[in-house]
Every structure is written in structure tokens, then in C-alpha cells.
DNA sequence: GTCAGATTGACAGCATACTGTCAATTAAGT
DNA sequence: ACTTAATTGACAGTATGCTGTCAATCTGAC
């Protein structure tokens, strides 16, 4: 067996292996919300709700388009999970705010988290999680520079 | 600074990585595809159809549902990237066959995926990617099988 | 050869996420 | 203060991907 050195052939394996995970990463969020009536979105703006907050804020941190979670948060909304209130330093952005059955749904959700991890990450070592994650900061950083090049040749 | 060896929040790191990479690479497939007219995930379907292939291999193949790579290929043969040639084995799966048209864009994409990749890939180590895509690939062994035992139970 | 089960594409519907545009509001520079 | 630029939510439209159902076809067990 001989070591991939072609660039490639290696970018292109990374490329698939990252797919992949992502694709069981939000697979497990669905599962561990599903059951409950939310989804791994949902629940990514219901916890992020834990504290007032507003929409741009959000998608700001969890680096998705303002109006996606505008529409995800308008949603909630309607269900009841969180509610709008005034924001007394900006008209426009109102603060997300937890429900009293947001926080209950969200309880639900942490418990069956909880039980989730306790049997996939006996299987994990936090270390090796840790440094794949450094690692693939790093080339989050080179493809952002790049894509920034990009932009600028159009 | 403290050493993260905190179960929790070692794999919300990860996976806040693994979500900011996925996304990164799609846009750079973005940014190669959009300029001709295409996408990320037109080029997957247009790529495979490189050899005569029917929808449900390339599905399996690339780890996506039926009816969306179905739903690609439709759109491909109607701007006459691809056509759909009598499958001599199978009656109803057609195959997949790139036109001279197809050739043509796929082609061009190649050219500006190449050009991205003298100018992203000089700032990446092969090594370092096939190294975390190993690691990767263990993580998504764990995941399919705390998958499949989340499912068993409900 | 027959028949039950699997596979496949057509059709339909839904969730997530993106973009673009517009008016209201806020922030910043002068 | 005034004017310009940036931010924000509402509204509308698009792309990608998923699921479920149905009829046609293929596969395999008998």
C-alpha cells in the first residue's frame, strides 16, 4: 500500500471525510431532537436563545445567513418556545427570549444529549477530538484567505 | 490557559469545526462551479457521469439520498449536460452519459478547480490531511454505530 | 415458470439555508 | 444637526437534500 502523497487524492479524501462527518453529526442532532418535534436547527437557536439575544447575533456566531435564523426563530416563536420583547438600545432587533416551555423543551433535549454522549463518547478520546479540531481550524483559516483571494479576482 | 479535556465541550469544539470546514469547502466548490453556470453539487453528479452510470450508483456512491441526485440529473439532462442512454441490463435505471456539452463545462471546471488548487494547496500539507481525514474517518465509524443502536432503541 | 420482495424512477411535499430587495432604524463622520 | 453608510427584519424567490408513495421492473427463492 503505497502513501498518498498526491495533492489530489489527499484533498479529496479530507473533502469526503469531512462530508461524511457533518452528515452523522447532524444525523445524531436530528436523532436526539426528532423525538421531541425539533430538529438540529432549532435546537441551535434555542440554545443559543438560553440568554436574550437577537436574530444577527446568532447567525453571527453560528456563522449561518441572518435570514436563516430569522425564519428558524420565527418559528419558535409561533410554537410558543421563545418570544419576541423589546430591546430597549435598537428598535428594529428585538431579543429572542426562552419561554418557560422553550426551556422545558430545551431540558428535554440536553437529557437526551447527555444520555447520547454517554454511550458515543466512551468510544472518543477528548484529545484526539481536540487536535482534529486544531487541524482543521488551521485549513478553515487557509480556505477562508482563499476564498477571499477569489473573491476579489471574481 | 487550561488544557479542554472537558467531554463536552471537546466535542462541541469539534464539531463547530467539522460545521465551519463543510461549509468552507462547499463554497469553494462554489466558487469554481457558479462562474460556468453550476454548483457544488452539479459537479458531483456531472463528474460521475464521466462513465455511464445510473442515478441509484451515483447516490450510493456519493452518500446521498436517490431522489436528490435524481432530482440533479434531471436538471443536467434538461440543459443537455447529460442524457439518459437505454440501460441494456435494466430497463428502467437509464444511464447516465456526459454530452459533448457536458465534456466541454466539466472540463472548464477542472481548469478552475485546478488553478484553485496551486493557490490553496501550496498552504496545505498532504500529510496533515490525510492524517486528520483518518482521524475523521474514525470519529464517522463511532457515529454510524451510535447511530444505528439510537435507532434500535427508538 | 411463478411469486414475493427489492430496486428504480416519477411525483409530491417538506426542512434548511442562501440570496436579493425594501423600508425602518441606528451609527458614524462632518 | 445633517447626511451618508450600515444594520435589521419583512417579504419573496431559489437551490439542495430529505422523506413517502406508487407503478414498473428486476432478483431470487422455490
Given at each position: ?63 449561518h445567513a441572518r435570514q436563516s435564523v430569522q425564519r428558524i426563530a420565527d418559528v419558535l416563536a409561533a410554537e410558543g418556545l421563545v418570544s419576541y420583547e ?15 416551555d422553550g426551556a422545558e423543551v430545551l431540558a428535554k433535549i440536553y437529557q437526551r444529549q447527555v444520555e447520547w454522549s454517554l454511550r458515543t463518547m466512551e ?32
Open positions: 500500500m503505497s502513501l498518498p502523497v498526491n495533492l489530489e487524492d489527499a484533498w479529496t479524501r479530507f473533502a469526503m471525510s469531512v462530508f461524511k462527518v457533518n452528515g452523522l453529526i447532524i444525523r445524531a442532532g436530528e436523532g436526539i431532537t426528532n423525538p421531541l418535534g425539533q430538529s438540529s436547527a432549532r435546537w441551535q437557536v434555542l440554545g443559543r436563545a438560553y440568554e436574550p439575544t437577537t436574530v444577527a447575533k446568532i447567525a453571527q456566531d453560528i456563522g423589546d430591546n430597549p438600545t435598537d428598535r428594529r432587533a428585538r431579543l429572542l427570549e426562552l419561554t418557560s468510544q472518543l478520546s477528548p484529545t484526539q477530538l481536540v487536535r482534529i479540531a486544531n487541524g482543521l481550524e488551521g485549513i478553515a483559516q487557509v480556505l477562508e484567505s482563499s476564498l477571499d483571494e477569489g473573491e476579489e479576482r471574481g
